[in-house]
C-alpha cells in the first residue's frame, strides 16, 4: 500500500492539512523579507564628495548642496560638483587645486536624506571605489542560500523535516537580529551568509514536509498557496520600509517578530511517511491517526493493522543505483539535462536581478516594489491553466514574455519611467509564471530512476543565478543599459533552447532511461492496462517552485 492511498483515505487535504499550511505559509512572509531587504537595506542614495580642508567653519558637511546634480552611479570627483553651489553659500571656502582634480574622495561623502535616513552604503561608504563591495555582500548571501540548501536538505533527510525547520527559524530570528548590529561591513556579510542558509532550510523543508502530507489531488493548489504569501511578505516589505527609513531599525522589524515562532515547537507536526521511510511505523501511525480525526475520518481497528504493514513509501526500487553523471552520460538525457539546467539558471538570475535592481527603472523605489510584488500573483494564477495545456508551450512564451519585455526596456528614455517600469513588469510577470512550470516540467521530463539527482542539479544550477544576479548590476559601469540586455537575451535563448525539450502535458512519465533514450519498452507501457487504461502518474511530483 502506499502512503498517497492512506492520504486519500484519511483526507488529502482536510482540517489538518489546511492547519498545517497555516504554520507552513506564514513563515514565508519573513522569507520574503530577508531575500528582498537589501534593495531598502543596500540602496544607494545620490551622494556627493566633501572635505573638511574644503568646508572651514562649516562644521564638516556641505551648506547648501543640491542633490538634484549628483548620482548614484557616476562617481563625482570634486571637479564635478558646481562651483556655483559653493559662491552662493555663506560660507567663504578656499580652493585647493589638488583636491579638485583628485578622482577619489578623502574628506567622506555626502548621502541625501531624502529617501533614506540611513542605509549600509551611508554607513559604511560602499560607493566609487568601494561600491562593488554591496554587490559581493548580495551574492554571498545567495551563496548562502546553496550552502544551505546542500546542508540542510542532509540533514532533513537524516533528522527530520519538523526539526530541520525548527532549527532553520530559531536561526534566522538570531543571526537576522545579530545583523542589525552589525558593527562593520564583514560582520555584516557573515551574518547576511547565515541568515540566507536558514532561508533554504526552512522554504525547502516547509515545502517538503506540505507536499509529504498532501494528497496528490491538491498538491498543485497547495504549492500555489505558499507561493502567494511569498508574494504578500513581497509587498509587504514595500509598507514596511517606507515607514522604516533607518536600515538597522529596518533590519531588526523583519527579524525580531520570528521569535513567535517558538510555538512551532507545539503545533508542527512531523512527516509521517518520513518516519514510514525510517522505519517508525508506531510514531507514523500514531499521526496518521491523528490526522484522521482531526480530518472528520477516523480509523477503524482493522485499518490500523493494515497500516501498520506499510513499510516503504516508495513504489519504485531501482535495482541499479544512479547518480548524477547518468544525467549526462547517453545523449537524448545529457541535452534534455543541459537545457533544463540552463532555465532553472536564467529563470533565478533573471527573477531576482529584476527584484534587486528596481532602483534602475526611474518610479518610485516602494511603489515599484509594491508594484513588482503584485505581478507575483496573477503570474502564479495563470500557470494553473495554460500548464494542463502545453508544457512546452507554456514555458517558452512566459519565458519569451519576460525577455522580451526586459530587452524593450532599453529603447525607452529615462524621462519616461512609468514606460520603463511597466515593461520590467511585465518581464517579472513573464520570468515569474515560467519560474513556476520549469519545476513541474522538469520533474516529468527526468526519468524516475534519475529524477531526484536531476531536479537537485538543477536547483544549483539555479542558486547559482541567485550568487551571479547581484553581480550583473556592476555592468552598468560599462554601459547602463548592459544589465536589462542580459535580462533580456538570456530567456529569450532559453526560450529557444525550449523548444528542443519534448511536450510532457497528459503523457506517461518516463521511468527509466531506456524510456527516454527509446531503446527500451517503456515501463509504463507495461503497466498502462493495470492502471486501467490511464498511463501512470508519479504523485510524488510537486509544481510548485518553492524555490525563492
Not at 522505519?279 to 481497528?301: F, Y
Not at 547559482?464 to 554601459?479: D, K
Not at 531506456?514 to 492496462?529: F, K, P
Request: include cysteine; glycine fraction near 8%.
Amino acid at each position: 500500500m502506499s502512503f498517497d492511498k492512506v492520504l486519500n483515505r484519511i483526507g488529502g487535504f482536510g482540517r489538518f492539512q489546511k492547519t498545517l499550511y497555516v504554520w507552513i505559509c506564514l513563515p514565508q512572509i519573513f522569507l520574503a523579507f530577508h531575500m528582498l531587504v537589501t534593495v531598502f537595506t543596500g540602496a544607494v542614495p545620490p551622494h556627493l564628495c566633501k572635505s573638511s580642508q574644503l568646508l572651514g567653519d562649516s562644521g564638516g558637511s556641505w551648506v547648501g548642496l543640491n542633490f538634484s546634480n549628483a548620482s548614484e552611479e557616476i562617481c563625482p570627483t570634486f571637479q564635478d560638483v558646481q562651483l556655483s553651489q559653493l559662491n552662493h553659500s555663506d560660507v567663504n571656502i578656499p580652493i585647493n587645486e589638488h583636491l579638485m582634480t583628485s578622482g577619489s574622495c578623502k574628506g567622506g561623502w555626502e548621502f541625501s536624506k531624502e529617501v533614506f535616513l540611513s542605509t549600509i552604503v551611508t554607513e559604511w561608504n560602499l560607493v566609487c571605489e568601494n561600491a562593488t563591495l554591496n554587490n559581493i555582500g548580495s551574492s554571498i548571501y545567495m551563496s548562502g542560500l546553496l550552502v544551505g540548501a546542500v546542508l540542510f536538505g542532509a540533514l532533513a533527510d537524516k533528522y527530520g523535516r519538523r526539526i530541520t525547520i525548527l532549527i532553520g527559524l530559531a536561526m534566522q530570528f538570531t543571526f537576522g537580529v545579530g545583523v542589525a548590529f552589525a558593527q562593520n561591513f564583514y560582520t555584516y556579510v557573515l551574518l547576511r551568509f547565515v541568515v540566507g542558509m536558514t532561508v533554504s532550510a526552512v522554504i525547502m523543508n516547509a515545502f517538503v514536509l506540505g507536499t509529504e502530507w498532501t494528497g496528490p489531488k491538491h498538491r498543485m493548489l497547495a504549492g500555489v498557496i505558499t507561493d502567494y504569501f511569498f508574494g504578500f511578505g513581497y509587498i509587504l516589505l514595500a509598507g514596511v520600509a517606507y515607514l522604516i527609513r533607518d536600515w538597522r531599525k529596518l533590519q531588526l522589524a523583519i527579524s525580531a517578530p520570528g521569535l513567535v515562532f517558538v510555538f512551532y515547537i507545539w503545533v508542527l507536526p512531523k512527516s509521517a511517511r518520513w518516519l514510514m521511510a525510517n522505519q517508525k511505523h508506531e510514531e507514523a501511525l500514531d499521526l496518521i491517526r491523528k490526522a484522521a480525526l482531526l480530518n472528520g475520518k477516523p480509523l477503524e481497528e482493522n485499518e490500523i493493522e493494515l497500516y501498520k504493514s506499510l513499510k516503504n513509501i516508495e513504489n519504485l526500487e531501482p535495482h541499479q543505483k544512479y547518480t548524477a553523471i547518468d544525467l549526462v552520460r547517453t545523449p537524448t538525457i545529457r541535452k534534455q539535462s543541459l537545457i533544463l539546467f540552463y532555465l532553472w539558471f536564467v529563470n533565478v538570475l533573471v527573477y531576482y536581478g529584476l527584484s534587486f535592481n528596481i532602483s534602475d527603472f526611474g518610479m518610485n523605489i516602494y511603489l515599484t516594489q509594491m508594484i513588482f510584488g503584485l505581478v507575483e500573483m496573477p503570474a502564479r494564477t495563470i500557470t494553473l491553466f495554460t500548464i494542463n495545456r502545453s508544457r512546452r508551450i507554456s514555458q517558452l512564451v512566459f519565458m519569451a514574455i519576460g525577455g522580451l519585455a526586459c530587452l524593450l526596456t532599453i529603447f525607452i528614455p529615462d524621462d519616461l519611467s512609468v514606460v520603463r517600469t511597466v515593461l520590467a513588469m511585465v518581464g517579472k510577470f513573464g520570468i515569474s509564471a515560467s519560474f513556476s512550470i520549469v519545476y513541474i516540467y522538469s520533474a516529468e521530463i527526468f526519468p524516475t530512476v534519475i529524477r531526484q539527482n536531476g531536479i537537485g542539479m538543477c536547483s544549483m544550477c539555479a542558486r547559482v543565478g541567485g550568487v551571479i544576479a547581484p553581480i550583473i548590476s556592476l555592468l552598468r559601469n560599462i554601459s547602463h543599459h548592459a544589465p536589462m540586455v542580459v535580462f533580456g537575451l538570456c530567456p529569450l535563448i532559453g526560450a529557444a533552447l525550449t523548444m528542443f525539450l519534448p511536450e510532457t502535458a497528459h503523457r506517461p512519465l518516463p521511468d527509466s532511461i531506456d524510456d527516454v533514450e527509446g531503446t527500451g519498452v517503456s515501463t509504463t507501457e507495461r503497466q498502462h492496462d493495470f492502471y486501467e487504461g490511464r498511463p501512470k502518474q508519479n504523485p510524488n511530483i510537486s509544481i510548485s517552485t518553492s524555490l525563492h
